[in-house]
């Protein structure tokens, strides 16, 4: 009897497993508001719905994605955090297809965001169905099919008067489950496992291969990391030309003088105006943010052009939040960093292969940063790689201290330079875990402190 048990349930959930495989088969376009009554549209399976059963943006992505998934999504928080999450699925891009979430984010009064549900495409008209944020119904002005074209979706949305900037698509269901057509050859990208690492297409049907004739870059190739670093890295080339006396502040036999110059001369900083850099400055989240896109991009493409914007940082900070280098939303940008939010974004601005590590800093080796604390893992990525020294002899880092603009571009010169990052070895004592334990206490918003210090 017990034996027939287990086999009467083994029956059933393969069967419900089945009918959720079959749920994604095809896709069929949502042309009016759901039921209120919906399980996928209330709690408990949406957790997005209020006491109402009604809700903003979220509540009605997150419901439409259960139907189109046939399973409960994974997304949470805010709406622009939901691209956060766009590795889980079927893709991302800036494609629009059917099936797929669009994600925007936001400064300001938009700050959290929009998400919303491609349900067709036909040339350049994107049809969404959504629901509005704070949204007290989901009828007629707040749940609607709404068409669009793609420069529109890219740039002219916004919420209260606040812009709203199209992160891209995440693809909740693979291309070729979007309509039901007739498939001759299912192909899927593979590599030659030897350098150079040859592409070839091959059909997963019938075995039939195409061969591409390019190099593929495998990151687990040694010979195909150093040629990227030196590939990449040249990307960083002389765009300004630094004179003695372009900043007033700036003499020239100060230690950070060459960080500066640098900095300047590769256009990843810039002066404050009237022929001042301010050494002293504080750097702020805005200022941080703006450094690690510039990294970023000329890294990937050999230029960091951005648009002008009425709030100076915004395309910066919806470049970072598209490609990954923040994955948090601050209230607000012009408040300083600390130099533990400074190193977690920009170590996301280079690829890990581009921070490789030539000093060897034991665990908790640090004096003041715990290897649990927030930010701990940039914070040893950037002192292995010798980009950060620490501001002693012990390599203390200081970590809710803020940080000077002369240290920035120091530090921000070694990530574009290899050859000017530091050499040091730091070993673990017992003595780091007391301090290690008031930084963790000191690290939380009421003690942020503002400090001079003499070495990045």
């Known amino acids: ?35 209120l009554n919906d399980p996928y549209y209330t709690k408990p399976i949406n957790p997005y719905s209020n006491h109402n059963g009604i809700g903003n943006c979220a509540w009605y992505a997150f419901g439409r994605a259960h139907e189109i998934l046939g399973y409960a999504p994974s997304f949470s928080g805010n709406a622009s955090l939901w691209w956060n999450y766009r590795d889980s699925y079927a893709g991302f891009g800036d494609e629009p297809r059917v099936g797929a979430i669009a994600v925007w984010d936001g400064i300001g009064a938009s700050a959290s965001g929009h998400v919303a549900v491609v349900e067709a495409v036909e040339g350049d008209q994107i ?16 749940w609607g099919n709404r068409t669009y074209s793609e420069e529109y979706m890219r740039s002219s949305l916004s919420y209260r008067g606040c812009p709203l900037y199209l992160l891209g698509y995440i693809y909740l269901i693979d291309e070729a489950d979007e309509t039901e057509i007739e498939h001759v050859h299912t192909f899927s990208a593979y590599r030659e496992k030897t350098h150079p690492h040859i592409g070839y297409d091959l059909c997963t049907g019938c075995g039939l291969r195409l061969d591409t004739a390019s190099e593929v870059f495998d990151a687990d190739c040694t010979e195909c990391r150093e040629l990227l670093i030196s590939e990449q890295m040249e990307h960083f080339i002389e765009v300004n030309t630094y004179e003695s006396g372009l900043f007033k502040d700036v003499s020239d036999s100060e230690w950070y003088t060459e960080g500066i110059s640098q900095a300047y001369e590769l256009g990843l900083m810039q002066g404050i105006g009237n022929s001042f850099f301010s050494v002293d400055g504080t750097v702020t989240l805005a200022e941080t943010v703006a450094m690690a896109a510039r990294l970023h991009s000329i890294y990937h493409t050999g230029t ?51 921070l490789f590590e030539i000093n060897p800093v034991e665990s908790n080796a640090i004096p003041d940063v715990a290897h649990t604390m927030q930010c701990a893992e940039a914070i040893y990525q950037l002192y292995r790689a010798g980009i950060l020294t620490g501001s002693d002899e012990k390599g203390t880092f200081f970590p809710a201290s803020t940080i000077r603009r002369s240290e920035a571009a120091t530090i921000i010169t070694r990530m574009a330079c290899p050859e000017k990052r530091k050499s040091i070895s730091l070993r673990f004592h017992i003595s780091n875990l007391r301090t290690q334990a008031l930084a963790q206490l000191m690290q939380r918003p009421q003690y942020i402190i503002h400090t001079k210090l003499n070495i990045a």
């Open 1 to 35: 009897m017990k034996k027939n048990s287990m086999r009467i349930v083994s029956l059933l959930i393969v069967t419900i497993y089945c009918c959720c495989l079959f749920a994604q088969a095809s896709f069929t376009p949502r042309t009016s508001a759901p039921s």
């Open 304 to 354: 960091a052009e951005f648009e002008s914007a009425s709030t100076w940082y915004a395309p910066y900070v919806f470049y970072a939040r598209k490609s990954g280098i923040i994955t948090d939303l601050y209230e607000d940008y012009t408040q300083p960093a600390t130099r533990a939010q400074f190193a977690e974004i920009l170590s996301n601005a280079l690829p890990g292969n581009a």
């Open 127 to 142: 049809t969404i169905s959504e629901s509005s944020y704070n949204g007290v119904s989901y009828t007629g002005t707040y």
